[in-house]
């Protein structure tokens, strides 16, 4: 196996560890706020659109600072 090949093994068994450590500590699951929702709506038109870069920055940026300020207002409560 070569060196890529290793790292892609290592990198799915940590995402697979990190995946059953959430289920198992799975709590009572909160429905999304609005800007949250958004942010993610953002970032994913951002993943969509890569083909044109502006657009795509453009979006990730605004998804970001949306999630931030949703952050921000939750941590205030």
Same mark, same amino acid.
């Given at each position: 196996m070569s060196a890529s090949q290793i790292y892609i093994l290592i990198s799915i068994i940590v995402l697979a560890i990190i995946?059953?450590?959430v289920f198992l500590r799975?709590?009572?699951q909160k429905?999304?706020?609005t800007l949250n929702t958004l942010a993610f709506l953002l970032i994913f038109a951002g993943?969509? @659109?890569v083909d044109n870069r502006?657009?795509?920055y453009s979006? @990730?940026?605004a998804g970001i600072i949306l999630a931030f300020i949703d952050?921000?207002?939750k941590?205030?409560?």
């Open positions: 995946a059953v450590v799975r709590k009572e429905p999304l706020s993943i969509i @659109f502006l657009i795509s979006l @990730f940026g952050i921000v207002k941590s205030k409560k």
